[in-house]
Antibody, heavy 119, light 111 residues
Framework: QVTLRESGPALVKPTQTLTLTCTFS??????????VSWIRQPPGKALEWLAL???????YYSTSLKTRLTISKDTSKNQVVLTMTNMDPVDTATYYC???????????WGQGTLVTVSS | QSALTQPASVSGSPGQSITISCTGT?????????VSWYQQHPGKAPKLMIY???NRPSGVSNRFSGSKSGNTASLTISGLQAEDEADYYC???????????FGTGTKVTVL
């Protein structure tokens, strides 16, 4: 079955770079049509789509955050990595990875990882 | 890209029907049939309820239905049950960023 799991630091300081890893199973990012997205949710607020990478290594970013985001994949490890630079307290959120492409819907989600930005 | 607009809250009594709207633009909701709806209970990951405007994934109750007219998509929950109390989010493909955009979210309360 398909599973996804996010991992990374629970606490980062302002101006630092956040690195999150999504480790998945049940599908391969080398298979045509497969993608992984990152989505975040500040406490008590709405979901926000951040970025996605597809099987062909095409990358798509949120317009408002694209200068701070980098998404990459390691197909051999079944992992997708998201880096976000210059972290700020407003970036405090639960970060989810999901199997979500440019078009379509996310049937599979990770459980999310809470990242707090504080000095 | 701007978030899709949803009402902050909708409520109904058990057994009633409610409808949640999701308003976008011709660059997202109005331009493509790639609208999805998610249900999220507190502390949980979102769950897909509707995809491609009106399709239900296997296992989702037929009390949930989706539709679209112009730049506005809608989720209707019929025969409201206590377990339907949750936050609901719409999502759409957007050509503005060639990615996805979520709605502002709607809290559904079962009275």
């Amino acid at each position: 079955q398909v599973t996804l799991r996010e991992s990374g630091p629970a606490l980062v300081k302002p101006t630092q770079t956040l690195t999150l890893t999504c480790t998945f199973s049940g599908f391969s990012l080398s298979t045509s049509g497969m993608c992984v997205s990152w989505i975040r949710q500040p406490p008590g607020k709405a979901l926000e789509w951040l970025a996605l990478i597809d099987w062909d290594d095409d990358k798509y970013y949120s317009t408002s955050l694209k200068t701070r985001l980098t998404i990459s994949k390691d197909t051999s490890k079944n992992q997708v990595v998201l880096t976000m630079t210059n972290m700020d307290p407003v970036d405090t959120a639960t970060y989810y990875c999901a199997r979500l492409c440019v078009v379509g819907a996310a049937y599979y989600w990770g459980q999310g990882t809470l990242v707090t930005v504080s000095s | 890209q701007s978030a899709l607009t949803q009402p902050a809250s909708v409520s109904g009594s058990p057994g009633q029907s409610i409808t949640i709207s999701c308003t976008g633009t011709s660059s997202d909701v109005g331009g493509y049939n790639y609208v999805s709806w998610y249900q999220q209970h507190p502390g949980k990951a979102p769950k897909l309820m509707i995809y491609d405007v009106s399709n239900r994934p296997s296992g989702v109750s037929n009390r949930f239905s989706g539709s679209k007219s112009g730049n506005t998509a809608s989720l209707t929950i019929s025969g409201l049950q206590a377990e339907d109390e949750a936050d609901y989010y719409c999502s759409s493909y957007t050509s503005s960023s060639t990615g996805n955009v979520f709605g502002t979210g709607t809290k559904v309360t079962v009275l």
